[in-house]
């Protein structure tokens, strides 16, 4: 199963762009990427899915490099709302399943 | 707002007490997965139903038993818990098993056993 490596912490100013990295050196090329935010208390909000291309919706962008062994979640203009930890994960080949690594706890500061 | 709902949102029982936990969700969906999440742990897929129908059962202990009773509904009954099974209990589903499309969360059951 791919795995995912992430930073523990991060801390970002409300209003900048908030940019958490990925590492996932031994995904598949069929195995997508996914992205999942948990602000305390509540369960996971999924954010953003991609394969190969970049892509954007109106939460954040997800840019995969070309040889897909990594990735950064964007976050625009981040709010103080955006605190959580945000969990990067490798999409298991046809299964359901959804192997949660460790994920990145981002702060946002007035 | 979350579009799957779990009840109750929080349960304390004694290890001796039956007790079940109730999803729901009306977008269509036809997979629904059942998650425990220890406290600063990230969740861990326990059951799989697709089609109301169990496809995937993570070597869970029996004290706990899922069931799906329709198509929008996800129960899981617990009896005889131990007080290592005090957790986070996420419900989630997906259009189908084994689709790209994501999983939507509930908000979750937090669960202590006396």
């Known amino acids: 199963d791919a795995k995912t490596t992430q930073p523990p912490s991060m801390d970002c100013a409300e209003g900048r762009a908030a940019n958490l990295p990925c590492n996932h050196s031994t995904i598949s090329g069929n195995e997508y990427v996914y992205w999942y935010r948990q602000i305390h208390s509540q369960g996971p909000q999924y954010i953003i899915h991609?394969?190969?291309n970049n892509e954007t919706n109106e939460m954040a962008s997800l840019i995969i490099t070309e040889d897909r062994k990594s990735s950064t979640l964007i976050l625009p203009h981040a709010t103080l709302r955006d605190t959580a930890v945000y969990y990067c994960?490798?999409?298991?080949?046809?299964?359901?399943?959804?192997?949660f690594g460790t994920g990145t706890r981002l702060q946002v500061f007035p | 707002d979350t579009e799957v709902t779990q009840t109750p949102k929080h349960l304390v029982m004694g290890m001796t007490n039956k007790k079940s936990l109730k999803c729901e969700q009306h977008?269509?969906?036809?997979?629904m997965y059942w998650y425990k999440q220890k406290a600063k742990k990230p969740p861990e897929l326990m059951f799989v139903y697709s089609y109301e129908k169990l496809s995937i059962n993570e070597s869970v202990p029996s004290r706990f038993s899922p069931e799906c009773p329709n198509s929008s509904l996800l129960n899981l009954h617990l009896h005889a818990l131990q007080p290592e099974d005090s957790a986070l209990y996420l419900c989630a589903s997906s259009y189908y098993r084994e689709s790209n499309q994501p999983q939507h969360f509930g908000d979750g059951t937090r669960l202590s056993i006396l």
């Open positions: 977008m269509g969906h036809r997979a």
């Open positions: 991609g394969l190969k």
């Open positions: 994960i490798v999409r298991v080949y046809n299964t359901d399943k959804l192997i």
